[in-house]
């Protein structure tokens, strides 16, 4: 039996995040987690509450805070080495899509041995219990998705492991990490929220279930990262936004991404651009592309977006018009700034075609796809239509 919708994860939320963590940390019966974080986080005053409550109630820590953003092979296979060597019995991250990968991919070699490399390649990945994820941006997903992604340095292209044997045993959801998130990353984080949904939504493997979480993970990002932007203290407004996040990552569990994530993952690695940022820049003309087979689920999140439709329009014209809510959603309402500023040089982002179209995610595209055709939507991304 293939069940198309499958939610694994605990999840927390709590205004309360170092005496509830503490407690996660006793009910599961761990005495010494590995944190992993960045140095950034590794600092803060929240971080050093947690670890003087983790002292207070008898258990013991190890910190690696190596962690960089677009993080490395490498990078796992030495947090592993610590985990062992200081005999952790859990795994608990605390940070953004990178840390949250990094955690992942420490805690699969904890219970799976050997080597990261050997996952990207495609050994099987047993059930690997005892990782704690805590999100500290609202966007990636990854507190219940079941990726990892890491960056091959000798040739900045990303690799992909995706095992649901991996995921989070219990993930927190604590406004307290986020109140502080600066704009920029706000905005990159949220849309990338967004684009996990519209592209699960579109996806060839979208379900009627996974459909319904779709529509309301854009419905709240559409609502509240606006509000956001205007306070960003606003703990209600903060607690939506992480909610929207973690139910994306829960929807591409199931649906999958497909072209726009697809451009942004062998873009961004070459350009070095946001993940969130390229998602966000891809997404407008992937809407456009599908719309001739996604008709009305595009309708649907110009609707969300705010759109009115008179009935008449054809599937081109939908398209065209969600795109460009999406694009005045995005650059006016919430002020990302545009591709341009990035000095991309055109020709060769657009040659890169080549590789998106063999990505893994590209073939989860509801509609063929040829290098022409990446090069047509690339052009109309790098030209920012």
């Keep these: 039996m293939n069940y198309k ?3 694994s994860v605990n999840i927390l939320t709590t205004d309360n995040f170092v005496e509830d963590a503490v407690g996660v940390l006793q009910k599961g019966g761990y005495s010494k987690p590995l944190i992993v974080t960045d140095e950034f986080m590794a600092g803060t005053d929240l971080m050093k509450a947690f670890l003087n409550k983790i002292t207070d109630a008898g258990l013991q820590y190890c910190i690696f805070d190596s962690v960089k953003p677009d993080p ?3 990078t796992v296979d030495n947090g592993y080495e610590v985990y062992a060597e200081e005999s952790c019995n859990a795994v608990f991250a605390i940070g953004g899509g990178s840390v949250l990968d990094v955690a992942r991919g420490i805690n699969i070699l904890a219970h799976n041995g050997g080597k990261i490399i050997s996952y990207i390649e495609g050994k099987a990945v047993k059930h690997s219990p005892g990782l704690i994820s805590v999100p500290t941006t609202s966007g990636t997903g990854s507190e219940l ?22 995921k989070s045993e219990v993930a927190i959801l604590a406004p307290e990490w986020v109140l502080t998130l600066p704009l920029g990353q706000t905005i990159a984080t ?16 979208a379900t009627p279930v996974n459909d319904a979480i779709c529509e309301k993970v854009m419905f709240i990002i559409v609502n509240y990262l606006p509000k956001v932007i205007e306070n960003p203290t606003d703990k209600l407004v903060r607690s939506k936004m992480q ?3 973690a139910l994306g990552g829960w929807a591409i569990n199931n649906g999958g991404t497909h072209i726009g ?3 942004a993952h062998i873009t961004g690695a070459e350009f ?6 390229m998602c966000a820049y891809a997404l407008p003309a992937a809407l456009k592309y599908v719309s001739g087979v996604q008709t009305r689920k595009v309708k649907e999140i110009g609707q969300i977006l705010g759109l009115t439709f008179n009935g008449d329009e054809d599937a081109d014209q939908i398209g065209d018009l969600v795109s460009k809510a999406y694009i005045h959603f995005r650059d006016i309402t919430l002020g990302m700034q545009p591709i341009s500023k990035f000095n991309i040089d055109k020709e060769v982002f657009i040659n890169l075609s080549s590789e998106v179209v ?14 022409e055709v990446v090069r047509r939507l690339m052009t109309e991304i790098i030209e920012g239509e």
């Design 272 to 277: 070095h651009v946001p993940h969130g940022m």
């Design 145 to 166: 998705s079941n990726a990892v992604v890491l960056t091959d340095p000798e040739t900045d292209s990303k690799h992909t492991i995706l095992a649901d044997g991996a």
């Design 358 to 371: 063999k990505e893994r995610f590209a073939s989860n595209t509801p509609l063929p796809l040829d290098e």
């Design 5 to 7: 919708m499958i939610q």
């Design 190 to 205: 949220g849309l990338d929220a967004f684009s996990h949904a519209a592209e699960a939504y579109t996806s060839k493997l």
């Design 72 to 74: 490395v092979i490498s």
């Design 243 to 245: 909610v929207a996040a």
């Design 261 to 263: 994530h697809s451009i």
